[in-house]
């Protein structure tokens, strides 16, 4: 009888472990993610455009902690940071009209769901999938004389990436997405014409880079 227990109790367990979601049982994992796209819609920090004839990259890092919640589906969070170019138009203190480059840094906060198209009897969300994530953006700029203005936004984007695991332990993730970021509708509202027009202009670069990337990542499974 207690062989009969104990083979029962085996059986169970390894049932039970093997019908879990997730990487080889491990459900957690972090990510890095190098965004990129050719810079049309605003300078880069280097001040190159392909409006210029100058051809620039546009890039962004984001980083993720990632959670498998069933066979087919991860949520997670994550940070995006870079900092690119702005051109801003402006009247200086005797109302003559300027032109300048500055450098625009951007941070956000973001929140995502994968949805992996799964393969039948597949336990690990790998593969293709869809993407869909939001995000709390915050732009700055960082040269004087516009260094106090601070624009905020919100962003939705959707994408399909191929997610390939190898070494056990790691990933790579590719790619492609486009977004929407939605502005601010208190623009109008403001009486400080330099700064509504800073804040614009802040709108207008952080719309065009985020519009649509591609990206190559990496990861590694944690538990």
Known sequence: MKLLYTLFFICFFTFANAQAPGY??????????L?????VGGPTINNKMYAYNNLGISTRHNFRFNHVINRSGVIGIGYDYFKTGIGIDYKD???????????????????????YFMKQGSLAPVGLYHHFEGKYITGSVVDEPFNEVVQKTFYTGYGIGLKKIFKENFFVNFSGQIGWTWGDRN???????FEKNVKTRINKR????????NNIGIGILLF
């Open 24 to 33: 080889m049982g491990k459900r957690n994992f972090i990510e890095y993610d």
């Open 35 to 39: 965004y990129y796209m050719i810079a």
């Open 93 to 115: 203190a005797e109302d003559n009209f300027q032109s300048a480059f500055s450098k625009l840094k951007v941070t956000a906060i973001c929140l995502h769901y994968d949805k």
């Open 187 to 193: 623009l109008d509202t403001l009486q400080d014409d």
């Open 206 to 213: 952080i719309y065009s880079h985020y519009i649509f990337e």
